[in-house]
Nanobody, 121 residues
């Protein structure tokens, strides 16, 4: 099982990035997916999730700026991030679980490695 996250980098405030997480070794269509982030000195938080039906949900801090989506054919979940600000600086990771509550609780069965997003002012 592998969740391969990519797309992080350095971006200026108000810029945009797209993160991708490619899943292999799991039945992607039966897994709920989440994007998490952890900033230095802070706890990890669930930024956005998308369930197996494609229904998204967002943390208040990113609502209206971030969009999560999934492509079943490509076994990939995306996080489009717009209007980035310095508070979005963090390591972003993806997670997968067949149980939605596990994703919501921050304990998905499968984790991808993180990708660093740095937003400069």
């Amino acid at each position: 099982v592998q969740l391969q996250a990519s797309g992080g980098g350095l971006v200026q405030a108000w810029g945009s990035l797209r993160l991708s997480c490619v899943a292999s070794g799991i039945m992607f269509r039966y897994n709920h997916m989440g994007w998490y982030r952890q900033a230095p000195g802070k706890e990890r938080e669930l930024v956005a999730r998308v369930d197996t039906s494609g229904s998204p949900n967002y943390a208040d801090s990113v609502k209206g700026r971030f969009t999560i989506s999934r492509d079943v054919a490509k076994t990939t979940v995306y996080l489009d991030m717009n209007q980035l600000n310095v508070d979005d600086t963090a390591v972003y990771s993806c997670g997968a679980d067949t149980g939605l509550w596990a994703v919501i609780a921050g304990h998905p069965r499968y984790w991808g490695q993180g990708t660093l997003v740095t937003v400069s002012s």
